[in-house]
């Protein structure tokens, strides 16, 4: 594995600006087509806290509902492709991930261990399509079993390069299911999901949000949001810019960290992602 390679705090902000440029480009084209999106997770919490990026946070989340996101991706092509492109594994055969990313153009971005992976690297926010899921709690858990079975298969890409002994060897089996397995039984669950139904959603491809970040939440919501918080939105103030969020902040952000206002100890106030390499 390379070493890890520290962003200056000069060039983490430029790292941040880069990503706010990016967010510019999409919140462009969704006003323009009426698709709909909310700044999410640590941006949204941003956005409440500090009017702009968590001084530590060193990527973006956006989310949108999968008819948003599908329609997203069919007008992506209108942003500026000198700022930023969209990539996912229909664009970008070698991506390894169940949701999107916008890449700043001609940037280099190498998260650490990942250096044998072949998809286009490049600064990036991530962009979540949230899914329909069962209605019954217990359908939820099996769903969310299955989704964790899912993201290994992808991930073992990943780690069978980065692990010894049992675990590597369990990760060398997964291996050998075809990508191409997972993204169709992807696709399965999102051709049923839908703005007008009842059902609550998450991001299939990517840990539950109420189960990873905030683990007291109570099993009939830790696996699923209610979808209205994706449609009730707001305008918030975010570097100086107007971006959507969602209106109800307050339940999301308890939903994810509790105490959100409350900011962490001196020595959590961390970026999390680490890197091997970087260009910007």
């Known amino acids: 594995m390379s070493h890890e390679k520290v962003i200056q705090a000069e060039k983490f902000r430029q790292m941040q600006l880069l990503q706010l440029d990016m967010i510019a480009e999409l919140d462009k084209v969704c006003r323009k087509h009426d698709i709909l999106y909310t700044i999410s997770c640590g941006t949204l919490l941003g956005a409440v806290r500090h009017k702009g990026y968590i001084p530590w946070d060193d990527d973006a989340d956006i989310t949108m509902l999968r008819e948003d996101y599908e329609k997203f991706k069919r007008y992506a092509h209108e942003m500026d492709s000198s700022v930023c492109f969209f990539q996912d594994h229909t664009t970008d055969p070698e991506y390894l991930w169940g949701y999107g990313k916008l890449r700043r153009t001609g940037t280099k971005f190498v998260r650490l261990g990942q250096e044998h992976i072949k998809c286009q ?60 397995f997972v993204y169709r039984r992807f696709a399965a669950y999102a051709q049923k999901s839908s703005n007008r ?26 696996y699923s949001m209610p979808k209205k918080w994706f ?13 959507w969020g969602i209106k109800d902040y307050d339940a999301f952000l308890r939903y994810m960290y509790d105490d959100y206002m409350t900011l962490p100890p001196l020595d959590k106030r961390l970026p999390h992602c680490q890197v091997s390499d970087y260009e910007f």
């Open 121 to 180: 690297t490049g600064v990036s926010l991530d962009v979540f399509p949230l899914d329909d899921v069962p209605l019954s709690t217990a359908g939820q858990m099996l769903q969310d079993f299955e989704c964790f079975v899912l993201r290994k298969i992808l991930y073992a890409r990943v780690a069978v390069k980065n692990t010894y002994g049992l675990e590597k060897l369990v990760y060398s089996i997964l291996n050998f299911i075809p990508k191409e």
């Open 197 to 222: 139904s009842p059902n609550r959603v998450r991001v299939l491809l990517f840990p539950s949000f109420g189960k990873v970040y905030l683990k007291t939440n109570p099993l009939n919501t830790r």
């Open 231 to 243: 449609l009730e939105r707001a305008e918030y103030e975010f570097e100086g810019r107007k971006l």
